[in-house]
Each structure stands twice: as structure tokens, then as C-alpha cells.
């Protein structure tokens, strides 16, 4: 069992959206815009692995930290479909960052997509009742 350093990574680019996500006041940390982003990356099946690490956009597990290792473990037996990556935190940590990039690069398809702000913040809604219906 390889029990993980409780932070993960993701890119740069990333890290430019989570700035944007986070001057609409929607979420109350920047942990709760990635785990978003990290379901939006599940959801559309896309996953970008994290090259250029944004600095200073490590993100260390707020409150408890179980309910965020579920989380990443998760999205980890989801992608890889083993059950032994449980077992391996740093592992399923990556996983989680490569979806919340993929995540991250749909919302910013959405941002340049729409033409309104009202429009881009009714496409997150709209994607927050949609993921959370299938779940």
C-alpha cells in the first residue's frame, strides 16, 4: 500500500481557469472548483495528464480528508478499472488532477463558447444538475 503525500497537481493551464472560476464566486474553495472540474472531466470522458505543473497550484486535502481520498480513489478505479489502485493514493491522486485538467479545458471550451456570463454560469448549472442526475 502506497499511502499518498495528500496534495496532487495540476497544469498550468488549468490553474489560469480555476483563477477565472474563482472570481464568479460560486464555489467556496478552490478544492471544491477542482473536484467540480475533476466531475466534469469524468463526466465528458476527458482527461488531460498533468505536463506543465502550474506553480503554486498544489492543492493539499481541506477538512477531512477522507471524504477527498474516496473521491480521487474513485476516480481512479473508474479510469483504470483495478481495484488494486486504491491502494496506491499518490496514483489515484494523478488520475484526479488528469480529469479536473480535462474538466478545466471543457469549462474553458464553455467560457469562450458562450456569449453572455449569465450564459456560462447557467452552462456550469446546467452541467452541476446534469452530472449530479447521473450519478
Same mark, same amino acid.
Given at each position: 500500500?502506497?499511502?499518498g503525500t495528500?496534495?496532487?497537481y495540476?497544469d498550468?493551464?488549468s490553474a489560469?481557469?480555476l483563477?477565472?472560476?474563482?472570481q464568479q ?7 471544491e472548483?477542482?473536484m467540480?472540474a475533476?466531475?466534469?472531466?469524468q463526466?465528458?470522458?476527458s482527461?488531460? +495528464? #498533468?505536463k506543465? %505543473? ?6 493539499r486535502w481541506?477538512?477531512? =480528508?477522507?471524504?477527498k481520498?474516496? !473521491? ?8 483504470t478499472k ?6 496506491d ?16 479545458k471543457k ?5 469562450e +463558447? #458562450?456569449?453572455? %456570463?449569465d450564459?456560462f ?7 452541476? =444538475?446534469?452530472?449530479?442526475s447521473? !450519478?
Amino acid at each position: 500500500m502506497t499511502r499518498g503525500t495528500w496534495a496532487f497537481y495540476i497544469d498550468e493551464k488549468s490553474a489560469e481557469v480555476l483563477e477565472m472560476l474563482n472570481q464568479q464566486d460560486i464555489f467556496n474553495s478552490n478544492m471544491e472548483i477542482v473536484m467540480f472540474a475533476a466531475a466534469v472531466g469524468q463526466h465528458y470522458d476527458s482527461f488531460i +495528464e #498533468t505536463k506543465n %505543473q502550474a506553480k503554486g497550484a498544489g492543492f493539499r486535502w481541506e477538512g477531512p =480528508a477522507k471524504d477527498k481520498l474516496t !473521491s480521487a480513489h474513485y476516480l481512479a478505479l473508474s479510469k483504470t478499472k483495478d481495484i488494486a489502485i486504491i491502494l496506491d493514493d499518490n496514483k489515484s491522486y494523478e488520475i484526479l488532477a488528469g480529469y479536473a485538467n480535462g474538466g478545466f479545458k471543457k469549462i474553458r471550451e464553455w467560457s469562450e +463558447e #458562450t456569449q453572455t %456570463q449569465d450564459g456560462f454560469l447557467n452552462e456550469i448549472l446546467n452541467t452541476m =444538475a446534469s452530472i449530479s442526475s447521473s !450519478s
